[in-house]
């Protein structure tokens, strides 16, 4: 394979837009195409060619890589592109799918694909940065081919198996977003609180700063609150939707998550508010309905 192989990247948003500029900046050769043209047509002063279907977008690419909200959207994307494949891909998906790995990858022993399974940790920030941790599970054959790229778009791989169709990956995914989930609810709640008690919440932070309770994640979202910015780095629904796969993962494994289901429902009331594209952050407006 190419020291620089070309690379087709489909989902240009919140992540998979500077994914693509991280890539095309790295010096690789960058494809990229999203369902709303718009969005992949913004990359390409940064060097990435736009694609008008998947299947051109993969046309001759070595690497493929999905970078899209859900499961479906990445099964279609990649039926879509199948005309389009080579025998030799490596298809690289970066999405949060949960227990719908196991179907992916059929899909690509199906079509004889090399599958690499590396959903991603991290919001828009940490993805313009190139600062993202890739949690991969993949044939160690095809870790030299995809670190190159994982080394462009993240600060940290963390491979966790050698077979991407265990599922591996995508479930240390769902557990890592179980605390992520639960960070963001327990700064939305104490702040909310705050505010029905009439506690300053200056003090609350204060309080919280440089001490063992404190993270960058209270950082980030107690500020955002505070501020009433709620520009999205990961929005209430796809948290929401997120917070459904967990479950129905922990429903097959046996394990009851009550404050996960229950920080579901408040996403859940978020976005019936009007707040389902904000960042997760305005989970804290689910404190103040019926």
């Not at 693509?20 to 047509?41: H, I, P, Q, S």
């Not at 990961?234 to 289901?261: C, P, Y």
């Not at 978020?270 to 707040?275: E, F, Q, R, T």
């Amino acid at each position: 394979m190419d020291a620089t192989p070309t690379i087709a990247v489909l989902g240009t948003g919140i992540i998979g837009a500077p994914v693509a500029r991280n890539l095309a900046a790295a010096g690789f050769d960058v494809r990229a195409w999203n369902r709303t043209r718009d969005k992949a047509a913004a990359l390409a002063p940064h060097g990435v060619r736009v694609a008008g279907t998947p299947a051109e977008a993969v046309a001759g690419a070595k690497i493929v890589l999905t970078v899209l909200k859900d499961a479906p959207a990445v099964l279609a994307a990649v039926t879509a592109a199948a005309p389009g494949l080579a025998h030799d891909v490596v298809w690289v998906q970066l999405s949060t799918v949960g227990e719908a790995v196991d179907e992916l990858a059929a899909f690509a022993a199906e079509r004889g694909l090399t599958f690499v399974d590396a959903p991603v940790l991290g919001t828009r920030q940490p993805a313009e940065q190139g600062q993202l941790v890739v949690l991969a599970a993949g044939d160690p054959a095809v870790r030299g081919v995809v670190q190159p790229l994982f080394d462009a778009i993240g600060k940290k791989t963390v491979w966790v198996a050698d077979d991407a169709g265990s599922g591996s990956a995508s479930r240390l995914k769902l557990v890592l977003n179980t605390w992520v989930l639960a960070l963001n609810h327990g700064v939305g709640e104490a702040l909310a609180l705050a505010k029905g008690l009439g506690v300053d919440p200056a003090h609350f932070v204060d309080a919280v700063t440089g001490g063992p309770l404190d993270n960058g994640y209270f950082q980030t979202k107690s500020a955002a609150i505070r501020a009433g910015d709620y520009t999205t780095a990961f929005s209430v629904d796809n948290a929401e939707k997120d917070a459904r796969l967990v479950l129905a993962a922990a429903e097959h494994a046996g394990v009851r998550l009550d404050a996960t289901a229950a920080g579901a429902q408040r996403l859940a009331r978020a976005s019936a508010l009007g707040h389902g594209d904000d960042d997760m952050a305005a989970g804290y407006f689910a404190s103040f309905t019926g």
